[in-house]
């Protein structure tokens, strides 16, 4: 099995920035061969993925994130990085990483095997 650890969170203000990372342990033989997401839910509202980073470290985004936030791996260190800036109330949610096996699923939620736990990010002033 692999262990997802997410850390960073907190509470920053409008226009602000924060760096979040999730580390892999565990069964991480594969680590380079995972392709690997983060997602979101805020309160009363469904989850939605923000961005892939697939095994070539090739990325892409959701519309409302894309040019704010930005996806990065590391596969010595095996831990996954969501850079954000410009940070907005919008943004406050419960903050997941997850990861699968080879190919990427788009923002499926279950299609990705192993799954952080999550961590609060808070945009207020």
Known sequence: ???MTESGGGSVQPGGSLR???SASGDTA????????WFRQAPGKEREG??????????RYED?????????RDNAEKTLTLEMTNLNTDDTAMYY???RRWDCRGYDYSAYQFRGQGIQVTVSA
Request: overall charge negative; charged content about 15%.
């Open 64 to 72: 409302s994130v894309e040019g704010r936030f930005t996806i990065s």
């Open 1 to 3: 099995q692999v262990q």
């Open 50 to 59: 923000l961005g892939i980073i697939d095994r070539f470290g090739d990325t």
């Open 20 to 22: 979040l990372s999730c």
């Open 97 to 99: 990483c997850a990861a």
């Open 30 to 37: 594969m680590y380079t061969h995972f392709c690997m997401a």
